[in-house]
């Protein structure tokens, strides 16, 4: 089983639309999840961190399930420049890896006119 | 916010030469950086923990020997592809955190796109 999973999708969505992405983790002891942005041959940027209590950040809402070890990810009134894709990433705790981050492949989004 | 400026940015080569690729840490000391490769429609895969002064982490199943890595300074991490083959085409992204916690965002360079002929 991978370590972080996500559907790669694509989604394809009319601008407006919202669009809702999901993903899972196997560490149960990870401490850290994020939302990474992905355009194509770029590097990766921070899109937000995912709090235990839910976050959100203008049209952005993230997510986070320990229980289910499930994050994620909602965009509402989707823009044309929100195309990209978006990577799930955990922080996974064990002793002397703290610092690594574990990248989902990818949910990739591309919204239309 | 920080900057992590890598180079270059592309770069062709030969079957059978050494590449080396730079990773520069712009307005902070990073005494960790990570070395990344991602493969088209592929998630970005950790090859190895670079510390600054001692010798880099390896994820398992990446050759230390092929893929060397130097930090020797705290702004500066160096990854040489040796004897690159074609199949070592991909694009190779280090990253650093300002400061050394789980919590703190991670800033990628902007990575190199390695061709192998």
């Known amino acids: 089983r991978k370590e972080v999973e996500q559907d790669p999708g694509p989604f394809n969505v009319p601008e407006g639309a919202t669009v809702a992405f999901n993903c899972t983790y196997s560490?149960?002891?990870?401490?850290?999840f994020f939302w990474y942005r992905q355009d194509c041959r770029k590097e990766p940027k921070l899109l937000m961190s995912?709090?235990?209590s839910g976050n959100e950040d203008g049209r952005f809402t993230a997510q986070l399930n320990r229980a289910s070890q499930y994050i994620s990810l909602l965009i509402r009134d989707s823009k044309l420049s929100d195309s990209a894709t978006y990577l799930c990433?955990?922080?996974?705790?064990?002793?002397?890896?703290?610092?690594?981050?574990?990248f989902g492949a990818g949910t990739r989004l591309a919204v239309h006119p | 916010g920080a900057v992590v400026s890598q180079h270059p940015s592309w770069v062709i080569c030969k079957s059978g030469t050494s590449v080396k690729i730079e990773c520069r840490s712009l307005?902070?000391?990073?005494?960790?950086m990570f070395w990344y490769r991602q493969f088209p429609k592929q998630s970005l895969m950790l090859m190895a923990t670079?510390?600054?002064?001692?010798?880099?982490?390896?994820e398992q199943g990446v050759e230390k020997d092929k893929f060397l890595i130097n930090h020797a300074s705290l702004t500066l991490s160096t990854l040489t592809v040796t004897s690159a083959h074609p199949e070592d085409s991909s694009f190779y992204i280090c990253?650093?955190?300002?400061?050394?916690?789980?919590?703190?965002?991670?800033?990628f360079g902007q990575g190199t796109r390695l061709t192998v002929v």
């Open positions: 990253s650093a955190r300002y400061v050394a916690g789980r919590d703190t965002e991670a800033f």
């Open positions: 307005d902070f000391q990073a005494t960790t």
């Open positions: 670079s510390n600054e002064g001692s010798k880099a982490t390896y």
């Open positions: 990433v955990v922080n996974p705790f064990f002793s002397g890896g703290y610092n690594k981050l574990i």
């Open positions: 995912v709090y235990s």
């Open positions: 560490n149960s002891a990870s401490q850290s």
